[in-house]
């Protein structure tokens, strides 16, 4: 067994703009009772959602000269927004879940695998 | 309390830049952050990601099953690995993002997760 990161990143302006309120709320739903089945087959180590990028602080310690500055790390258009870390046999696996993992956040995800 | 991503950014092709000796160094010193952290209850996850070519996106939106290889976003700097930390306040991250990136000998990134 393996572990993989599956993250989701999010655009400039935040979350995906979800047609309508039924929408985001299916999604958040579908994403809870995947993350339940994850755990029920001992494939999920955690998951989580990230408070927005403003809530960034970058740590510099390098030299022992700590410089603290607000914001994120990476001055990107897209920025991460959650994941998952997950158990898989192999990367295989690892998409196969990612498949289902991005049906229930109705979003792409990327799959990464830890050292 | 609240749990805290501690991420460490760095350019694509560092792992090809360091000598031996430096990583061993890191190394050490990540592992007694690693004890310290742990035998304080703090710990929720840490690991360090394979390189980011690596990567692979999954878009299984819509019924559909795109796979692509690479990661999702191009940038200069990459996700080289984090911590998740269960922590009291922002201080306490912020205290611990001091200590964290003394011990990997990097810039570190503090974010809170939202709430259950």
Known sequence: MAKYLMSVWHGPDGPPEYADEAVMQKAFADTGAYNDRLATAGKLVFAGGLRSRDT????????GTNVITDGPFIESKENLGGFWIIEADDLAEALEIASGASAACVNKVEVRPFQ | MTQYMISVWHEPDLDDNISDDDMQRMFTQVDAFNQQVTA???WVF???????????????RDGGN????????ESKEILGGFWVLELADLDEALELARQASAACEGKVEVRPFQGE
């Open chain 2, 40 to 42: 304080a209850g703090k």
């Open chain 1, 56 to 63: 960034a602080t970058c740590v510099d310690n390098r030299t």
């Open chain 2, 46 to 60: 840490g690991g360090g990601l394979e390189p980011v070519h690596t990567a692979t996106c999954v878009d299984g």
């Open chain 2, 66 to 73: 795109v796979v692509t290889d690479g990661p999702f976003i």
